[in-house]
């Protein structure tokens, strides 16, 4: 792996944070090229993680063994039109894209050619090595699946999907949910400060809650989320009644909804794109 050269292209929020896990853990910041058409974006990577930049995608497509394409999914068929049109070779390329809503067929086409490729769904913890990286291959050698996984395990875990329908399941359990915990965390936030705890009071109760419990859920792995929650929960007590209040709320239910709401809106991009 240390000799090769990976370009992400289009540096926003997710690549960011895959070189940011990347680089903390010890990938030479030097094998990694970040581009963007923003010059500001690329300066704070760059300044934070010594990595190589620049504005031209060709270039660092040129000088890479491996591509991750990270541009939005709306983004990705312009984007991939340039480099169709650069003439390229593919030959001794493999393309990953990290894009919701772009199958591998589609991806193919808008690339006008059939790239070995990876498609991968990581999140934004993957900044502090705490990602969960989806990974479905296609047409991938075992030495190239040997180096992707690598790379990903560098920002957390990863997971093989046998599947490419399986990585708009892994959208709405690992890539999105980061979302549905801050989401909840606001809400604590929000009425810590309606109670009169100060704006920074609220946020440090809220953030120290969440990583004590994400803790002790990590730490106590033979003990089941439902027993760590029942040790909170005195009968008759004050827990039980927020608890109660929760599924009087339908809590199940909101979040059951919500990932479907997810997964369908990755499969209606996947006909949008
Ligand atoms: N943000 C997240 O938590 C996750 C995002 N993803 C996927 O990652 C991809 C990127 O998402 P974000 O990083 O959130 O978006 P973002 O908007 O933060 O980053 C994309 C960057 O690409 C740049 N860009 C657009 N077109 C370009 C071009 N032709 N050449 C060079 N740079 C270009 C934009 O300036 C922007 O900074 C999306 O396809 C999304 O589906 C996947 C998993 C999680
Ligand atoms: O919201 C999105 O579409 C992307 C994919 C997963 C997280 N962010």
């Known amino acids: 792996m240390a000799n090769k050269t990976i370009a992400f292209i289009g540096t926003g929020n997710m690549s960011y944070a895959i070189i940011g896990g990347m680089v903390k853990s010890g990938f030479d910041a030097q094998h990694i090229i970040a581009t963007?058409?923003?010059?500001?974006?690329?300066?704070?990577?760059?300044?934070?993680?010594?990595?190589?930049?620049?504005?031209?995608?060709?270039?660092?497509?040129?000088?890479?063994?491996?591509?991750?394409?990270?541009?939005?999914?709306?983004?990705?068929?312009?984007?991939?039109?340039?480099?169709?049109?650069?003439?390229?070779?593919?030959?001794?390329?493999?393309?990953?894209?990290?894009?919701?809503?772009?199958?591998?067929?589609?991806?193919?086409?808008?690339?006008?050619?059939?790239?070995?490729?990876?498609?991968?769904?990581?999140?934004?913890?993957?900044?502090?090595?705490?990602?969960?990286?989806?990974?479905?291959?296609?047409?991938?050698?075992?030495?190239?699946?040997?180096?992707?996984?690598?790379?990903?395990s560098s920002t957390g875990i990863v997971v093989w999907l046998d599947e490419e329908q399986k990585i708009n399941d892994i959208i709405a359990v690992t890539g999105s949910s980061p979302a549905y915990f801050f989401l909840f965390m606001e809400t604590i936030e929000a009425k810590a400060l309606e109670l009169g705890f100060s704006a920074v009071q609220a946020r440090q109760l809220v953030e120290q809650t969440a990583l004590g419990a994400a803790m002790m859920a990590c730490d106590q792995q033979a003990i089941s989320l439902e027993q760590l929650r029942a040790n909170v929960t005195s009968k008759g007590g004050t827990t039980h009644a927020a608890i109660e209040t929760y599924k009087a709320n339908h809590i199940n239910k909101i979040t059951s909804d919500a990932m479907d709401a997810c997964i369908a809106r990755a499969k209606e991009m996947e006909q949008e794109l």
């Open 36 to 152: 963007n058409r923003n010059e500001e974006k690329l300066a704070k990577v760059s300044a934070d993680f010594g990595v190589q930049t620049t504005t031209n995608n060709l270039d660092a497509i040129a000088q890479a063994e491996v591509i991750v394409l990270s541009v939005k999914p709306q983004m990705m068929a312009e984007l991939c039109q340039t480099i169709q049109a650069s003439g390229i070779d593919f030959k001794n390329k493999l393309f990953v894209s990290v894009a919701a809503g772009i199958t591998v067929t589609r991806l193919r086409e808008m690339l006008g050619h059939p790239v070995r490729l990876v498609r991968c769904m990581p999140n934004t913890p993957s900044l502090l090595g705490k990602g969960v990286s989806g990974l479905f291959a296609a047409d991938v050698s075992v030495d190239e699946q040997t180096l992707i996984e690598q790379v990903f």
